[in-house]
């Protein structure tokens, strides 16, 4: 099952980022994360553990694993975590992203962007500039995220021949989105704040 790498591997951070392994040494927490990826293979019904997250979530993108794993490499004390204004770049990209394919997809307007990812060159083209903009701003994980997004497009490393399934997928979006909404609020509630002790 090395076509369904991917699953297994998010699996096995997901589980990892649930579990309240702050305190343990960094190498009880390799092992507790490797463990977890060799549960993920164990059967259940015929088929591995990891396929039933398949069935809720259905595949993830390059972006997600790239994300869920800087955050597990954050657990480990491997790495700083992202500086505020890297972070709001990232959500705001991968917000704007998710903007403009998910409600086309689901019927909103009248062009569905997904078929560009079936033919990506323009695409591509213009998920260059974004890295190289990214690049001027130095967010090296929004680069690493799309060029690697893009890289794995071309080598087919997950079930998918369109380009937008290994740029995004509904927990990026949605969790920007979620983002992008608690960040307005806690702008908003200050000005609020101000106005009622006025």
Known sequence: MLDLWHIHLSFALVAFL???????SLRTQCIVLAGLLLISYVPVDDLPLAIYLR????DVSIVTLLGLGWVTLVRLGCVERLASPQRWQLIVLFGV???VLYPATLGMTPFD???LGYNPRAMIVVIGA???LMLYWRNGLAVAM?????LGFSLELISSDNYWDYLL???VAMYCWGALFVGAVRLCLPRRANVLAD
């Open 55 to 58: 069935t809720l979530a259905h």
């Open 113 to 115: 962007p997904y078929r």
């Open 146 to 150: 799309l060029a690697l997004a893009t």
């Open 169 to 171: 997928d509904p927990f």
């Open 18 to 24: 649930l579990l309240p392994t702050g305190k343990l």
């Open 130 to 132: 974004l890295a190289l």
């Open 97 to 99: 992203m998710g903007l």
